[in-house]
């Protein structure tokens, strides 16, 4: 990893995913380490301030929320519903049946990394 200052937008965030064994995580942090964080500079992202994004901790929403489900599908499909960001197991299909799905929080893979 490059070096960073502490006022760099990506110190906050970059540490928490080195190491991380997902497939293809180390290619995602050498990109994301050759790019820079968009800014008044950048053409594109000339009027968009994300500088702003990096100035709180991440911290995920609560997932305690009412939902009403639109009607099924007319089709076979998987039902997978999260809510603020938190999967939902009881508003969601059955995927035991269904090898290879995980459904995890970044925040416990990023911990549990950490042990």
């Known amino acids: 990893m490059s070096t960073m200052t502490a006022t760099d937008p990506k ?5 928490l995913l080195e190491g991380s064994s997902w497939p293809g995580a180390a290619e995602a942090l050498a990109q994301v380490n050759a ?4 800014g008044i ?4 992202w000339k ?6 994004l990096f100035n709180q901790p991440y ?3 609560n997932a305690d929320t009412n939902v009403a489900l639109p009607a099924r599908l007319p089709f ?3 039902r997978v519903v999260f809510v603020n960001g938190h999967f939902r197991a ?3 299909d059955d ?13 416990h893979h990023l911990s549990h990394m950490a042990r």
């Not at 790019?35 to 968009?38: C, D, E, G, T």
């Not at 500079?41 to 594109?44: D, Q």
Request: glycine residues 4%; without cysteine.
């Open 11 to 15: 110190a906050t965030v970059l540490p």
């Open 35 to 38: 790019l820079p964080v968009p």
């Open 41 to 44: 500079k950048t053409e594109a």
């Open 47 to 52: 009027y968009t301030r994300v500088g702003k």
């Open 59 to 61: 911290a995920a929403p």
């Open 76 to 78: 076979n499909v998987t």
């Open 90 to 92: 009881d508003l969601s």
């Open 95 to 107: 995927m035991k049946a269904d090898k290879g799905i995980v459904i995890d929080s970044l925040k």
